[in-house]
């Protein structure tokens, strides 16, 4: 198993079970939690025919509580390649296989992942039922468009193998599902052919809102794309953002790209990220990368995946954690939403660093999949008693204006915002009672949100 396997830095051994103190990568809620690490199909049988709640987990990279229960059936070492096809570039994994063991692989024979998020250290098993999204969603989709078949093992121990045609409620539910149709136990992916380890990136520097915004529609054919807000500043730099831009290298290069991790040795106290200190962070970054505007030629890995060069940054938050705040607003309101939100949240100070906006293309048809075609704002909050009553604020505000959160990052919002924002959940609900999943399947974010 990689190091970077253990969710949240968390002291952990790998035993067959054991009674652990865990949490998402927020590291809030910490629970306690009898951990199953399973490595066989039929051990998993064993497990979800067991009666009383259980839920499948990754490697713990969503931050809330999606991956927590009482019961936890985890994947990691459920991570063999079953087969490649060199042509068509799909290959079959077990769920519990890492991205990034995925691209140590296949990378230096000239394929990469169709869809990455932020991070290359999630499982095969999480990507698809969060359906994640990367930089690419405005041309490519969720990482469900990816899969061309998975088989999923219901709460009697059957194995149902579904796609966009065959058994096509049980995928719908499954991408974005959130692990409550079963679990995931291996997927057949198509990745896509690449020339280079390297990227293109251009670096446009957009000094409000308004700019930032026609920044994305003029770029709407880059390959990728995303924009780092600096979400303290308001009045006339309200939305000061970098936006950057990217495409494959083509210059044949495919050696591995240098990984240069540097890691937060201690939990420092969670005074460390104050207004202050991120203003000043946020005026060096902006000004910094203003001076380096225009086009480079950059390795993949700080492209795709910035934050996993610093191993545990999750700690920077000091000991009471943090959550991340992913709205998503549908196009026609995102200017007027996202002004009303970051003014609302410039005037608090309690944001961090970490504001990301991203351009999202046409929703898909799954029933709980987070991106709808817009735009999607993520931001740091540190765990703190006003913090709850800001996003409480914030939610009425995309409420308003059409949008919703994502369930990946969640561990607050309530049932009838997520009920609001997601109109798939009835018939979402319908296929868990049709499959007897109700009572077996469910995290504490399920239990909360009423699903
Ligand atoms: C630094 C960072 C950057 C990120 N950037 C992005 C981003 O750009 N875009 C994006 O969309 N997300 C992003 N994320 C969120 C992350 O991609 C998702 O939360 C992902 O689901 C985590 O996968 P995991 O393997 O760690 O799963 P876990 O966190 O362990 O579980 C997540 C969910 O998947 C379910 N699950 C896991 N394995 C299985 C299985 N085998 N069968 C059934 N259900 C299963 C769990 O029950 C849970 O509901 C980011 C996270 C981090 C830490």
């Avoid at 096809?85 to 296989?97: K, L, Q």
């Avoid at 920077?316 to 949240?345: D, E, W």
Wanted: charged residues 20%; contains cysteine.
């Amino acid at each position: 198993m990689h190091s970077h396997a253990n969710p949240a830095g968390l002291k952990q051994s790998i035993q067959p079970k054991t009674r652990h103190v865990l949490s998402g990568w927020g590291r809030y809620p910490v629970i306690h939690a009898d951990i199953d690490d399973v490595e066989t199909v039929s051990r998993i049988a064993g497990l979800v025919t067991r009666p009383g709640h259980a839920i499948a987990h990754g490697n713990g990279r969503s931050y809330g509580d999606s991956a927590l229960q009482s019961h936890i059936i985890r994947t990691i070492r459920l991570n063999k390649i079953l087969g490649f096809e060199p042509d068509s570039g799909v290959v079959t994994c077990e769920s519990g296989i890492l991205l990034s063991e995925l691209i140590d692989v296949f990378l230096p024979r000239g394929y990469f992942l169709t869809i990455t998020p932020g991070t290359r250290w999630i499982t095969v098993g999480g990507a698809i039922a969060s359906d994640v999204h990367g930089k690419n969603h405005h041309v490519s989709g969720c990482f469900s468009q990816c899969v061309i078949h998975m088989d999923v093992m219901l709460a009697d121990g059957s194995i149902i193998r579904c796609s966009q045609d065959t058994n096509r409620d049980l995928f719908l539910a499954t991408c974005g599902g959130m692990g409550l149709t079963g679990v995931i136990l291996q997927a057949a992916i198509r990745l896509r052919r690449v020339n280079s380890s390297r990227m293109i990136q251009r670096i446009i520097p957009c000094h409000d809102l308004d700019t930032v915004f026609a920044g994305f529609e003029d770029e709407r054919q880059a390959s990728y794309s995303v924009a780092w807000i600096d979400c303290l500043a308001g009045g006339a730099s309200l939305g000061r953002s970098i936006l950057l831009t990217g495409e494959h290298a083509d210059d044949g290069q495919l050696a591995m790209p240098p990984d240069r991790t540097l890691s937060v040795p201690i939990t420092p106290p969670g005074f460390f990220l104050n207004q202050t200190s991120v203003k000043l962070f946020n005026r060096f970054y902006y000004s910094r990368q203003k001076a380096n505007s225009g086009e480079s030629i950059v390795s993949l890995y700080p492209f795709f995946y910035p934050l996993d060069s610093i191993a545990n940054w999750n700690r920077m938050y000091g000991r009471s954690g943090f959550t991340q705040y992913q709205c998503v607003i549908p196009k026609s309101n995102g200017p007027a939403a996202m002004q009303s939100i970051l003014t609302r949240i410039a005037a608090s100070g309690m944001a961090s660093f970490l504001a990301v906006l991203k351009l999202f293309g046409p929703q898909n048809d799954n029933y709980l999949s987070f991106p709808l075609e817009g735009y999607t704002l993520a931001l740091d909050f540190k765990i703190q008693k006003p913090v709850f009553a800001l996003l409480d604020e914030l939610d009425k505000m995309v409420l308003e204006h059409g949008g919703r959160l994502y369930l990946a990052k969640d561990v607050r919002m309530a049932a009838s915002m997520f009920a609001a924002g997601y109109p798939g959940l009835p018939a979402f609900r319908r296929l868990r009672d049709d499959h007897g999943l109700s009572s077996r399947f469910c995290s504490r974010q399920s239990i909360r949100l009423g699903i």
